[in-house]
């Protein structure tokens, strides 16, 4: 494979833009190399400017669970797009989007849209706060809830992997509010709670870690955080921006039989399209502008194009039998990298809720961001280029999830499984 026109392109985009990409992890700082510029995708397929092509399993990471380029998607947005883009006023698009959203999430009375997961959780923050009147908030070590200030202490995604988890240019101020814990550590989230409840708003947790790998609550952990938050009186925001119709159609929370009082969403609600979205108990929603005095606000929030991508994606979701075959894929994906991995002597530890997946390069078990760093990382960024340069583009960096979409096919993943195992052996 020649990359040529992509070594270029990134020449260029490097003058231009900090560290030549609109987001951090794309520059593949933690597998060495340059990244791979993209021409165009289709299905489970993508193609660089080069004429490569290779079977996508970051797909935007995450948000195209139907694949690239849904026909259905495509042809919506051409309809759409020609009664203009957006128009700062209500559209009947925000009410059936929110309606697909509030049946998928009956823990959600009212939800509220806008543009990136980011603006989601930062939101969802501000209301909690709000609500309670209580300043603090509590997250886990090795979650990422997006870029806001107060959220981008020990963060899970591009800090850990850049082994910088603190961010520079977040006020110590801002840093004092925010108490990080270990996941899947009751003890250590009960001890917290009971001594510090009163100045605590809110736990904020990704109810399955995407953004160090894939991280899964050990039994009970969920169980024993609802009951802690209810009994006093402090707001569990479940950050579903990466489980959400990821793990099941209804997320998490449907999963694993939790009700959050505030759910977080984004990626596959817009379709491929830049959405997020916020909400919950109609009593904690309805601190929020224009009803109440909380302050939130969006010039593109709910815009025509966004909703439509959601909306079609959502409706597709909801059809008989689209989990059925998202889950058979996913099984034949789990149970050939394991046997190949075994096969080429490689220890590896795999993990996955739904068709959110991560391999790592150790033998711990992975419970948290402490074990999480246990995995090789040089031997994962050897298999990450020894599986590109076979046509396989998986995360560029061992803490992030892989997904897997409707569109990938039994021969794509037989060809995945196949390629792995020549990978393994080559590491
Ligand atoms: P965005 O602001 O990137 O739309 O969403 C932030 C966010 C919030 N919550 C969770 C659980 C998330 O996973 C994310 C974003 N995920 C990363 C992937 N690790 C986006 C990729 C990137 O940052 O480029």
């Given at each position: 494979?020649?990359?040529?026109?992509?070594h270029?392109?990134?020449?260029?985009?490097?003058?231009?833009?900090p560290?030549?990409?609109?987001?951090?992890?794309?520059?593949?700082?933690?597998v060495?190399?340059?990244?791979?510029?993209?021409e165009?995708?289709?299905?489970?397929?993508?193609?660089?400017?080069?004429?490569?092509?290779?079977?996508?399993?970051v797909?935007?990471?995450?948000?195209?669970?139907?694949?690239?380029?849904?026909?259905?998607i495509v042809n919506?947005?051409?309809?759409?797009?020609?009664?203009?883009?957006?128009?700062g006023?209500?559209?009947?698009?925000?009410?059936?989007?929110?309606?697909?959203?509030?049946?998928?999430?009956?823990s959600?009375?009212?939800?509220?849209?806008?543009?990136?997961?980011?603006?989601?959780?930062?939101?969802?923050?501000?209301?909690?706060?709000?609500?309670?009147?209580?300043?603090?908030?509590?997250k886990?070590?090795?979650?990422?809830?997006?870029?806001?200030?107060?959220?981008?202490?020990?963060?899970?995604?591009?800090?850990?992997?850049?082994?910088?988890?603190?961010?520079?240019?977040?006020?110590?101020s801002?840093?004092k509010?925010?108490?990080?814990?270990?996941f899947?550590?009751?003890?250590?989230?009960?001890?917290?709670?009971?001594?510090?409840?009163?100045?605590?708003?809110?736990?904020?947790?990704?109810?399955?870690i995407?953004?160090?790998?894939?991280?899964?609550?050990?039994?009970?952990?969920?169980?024993?955080?609802?009951?802690?938050?209810?009994?006093?009186?402090?707001?569990?925001?479940?950050?579903?921006?990466?489980?959400?119709?990821?793990?099941?159609?209804?997320?998490?929370?449907?999963?694993?039989?939790?009700?959050?009082?505030?759910?977080?969403?984004?990626?596959?609600?817009?379709?491929?399209?830049?959405?997020?979205?916020?909400?919950?108990?109609?009593?904690?929603?309805?601190?929020?502008?224009?009803?109440?005095?909380?302050?939130?606000?969006?010039?593109l929030?709910?815009?025509?194009?966004?909703?439509?991508?959601?909306?079609?994606?959502?409706?597709?979701?909801?059809r008989?039998?689209t989990?059925?075959k998202?889950?058979?894929?996913?099984?034949?994906?789990?149970?050939?990298?394991?046997?190949?991995?075994?096969?080429?002597?490689v220890?590896?530890?795999?993990?996955?809720?739904?068709?959110?997946?991560c391999?790592?390069?150790?033998?711990?078990?992975?419970?948290?961001?402490?074990?999480?760093?246990?995995?090789?990382?040089?031997?994962?960024?050897?298999?990450?280029?020894?599986?590109?340069?076979?046509?396989?583009?998986?995360?560029?960096?061992?803490?992030?999830?892989?997904?897997?979409?409707?569109?990938?096919?039994?021969?794509?993943?037989?060809?995945?499984?196949?390629v792995?195992?020549?990978?393994?052996?080559?590491l």
């Amino acid at each position: 494979m020649n990359f040529k026109k992509s070594h270029k392109l990134f020449k260029k985009a490097y003058e231009l833009i900090p560290g030549g990409v609109n987001s951090p992890v794309r520059a593949f700082g933690a597998v060495g190399g340059n990244p791979l510029f993209i021409e165009r995708a289709q299905g489970s397929k993508i193609y660089d400017v080069d004429g490569n092509s290779f079977i996508d399993y970051v797909l935007s990471w995450g948000p195209l669970i139907l694949g690239h380029a849904h026909p259905k998607i495509v042809n919506a947005l051409k309809k759409a797009i020609e009664k203009g883009t957006s128009y700062g006023a209500p559209t009947s698009l925000e009410v059936e989007l929110a309606e697909l959203v509030l049946k998928a999430y009956p823990s959600m009375h009212k939800v509220r849209m806008v543009n990136s997961g980011t603006e989601a959780t930062m939101s969802a923050l501000r209301v909690a706060r709000g609500f309670t009147g209580r300043d603090k908030i509590i997250k886990f070590e090795g979650c990422y809830h997006g870029h806001a200030d107060g959220l981008l202490v020990k963060a899970g995604s591009g800090a850990t992997t850049f082994g910088v988890p603190d961010s520079l240019g977040v006020p110590k101020s801002y840093a004092k509010n925010t108490i990080i814990l270990p996941f899947n550590n009751i003890p250590a989230l009960k001890d917290v709670i009971v001594n510090k409840w009163k100045s605590i708003a809110c736990v904020i947790v990704e109810p399955v870690i995407g953004n160090i790998g894939c991280v899964l609550p050990k039994l009970g952990f969920l169980e024993s955080l609802r009951k802690l938050t209810r009994q006093y009186g402090i707001v569990l925001i479940f950050d579903e921006v990466m489980t959400g119709f990821r793990v099941s159609f209804g997320g998490a929370q449907a999963y694993y039989g939790i009700k959050p009082d505030m759910t977080c969403l984004g990626k596959v609600i817009g379709g491929g399209l830049p959405v997020g979205a916020y909400g919950g108990r109609e009593e904690i929603m309805s601190v929020v502008a224009p009803v109440g005095p909380v302050y939130q606000a969006g010039t593109l929030s709910g815009n025509p194009l966004a909703m439509t991508a959601g909306i079609e994606t959502l409706k597709i979701l909801s059809r008989e039998g689209t989990y059925e075959k998202l889950e058979n894929r996913m099984e034949q994906l789990e149970k050939g990298l394991k046997d190949v991995a075994k096969k080429a002597g490689v220890k590896t530890r795999f993990y996955r809720a739904g068709t959110m997946f991560c391999s790592y390069f150790t033998d711990v078990d992975v419970i948290d961001y402490k074990t999480s760093k246990t995995s090789d990382t040089a031997k994962f960024a050897r298999f990450f280029s020894n599986m590109l340069k076979r046509g396989i583009y998986i995360a560029p960096s061992q803490f992030e999830a892989g997904f897997i979409s409707s569109a990938h096919t039994e021969k794509d993943i037989e060809k995945t499984i196949k390629v792995a195992y020549e990978s393994f052996k080559e590491l």
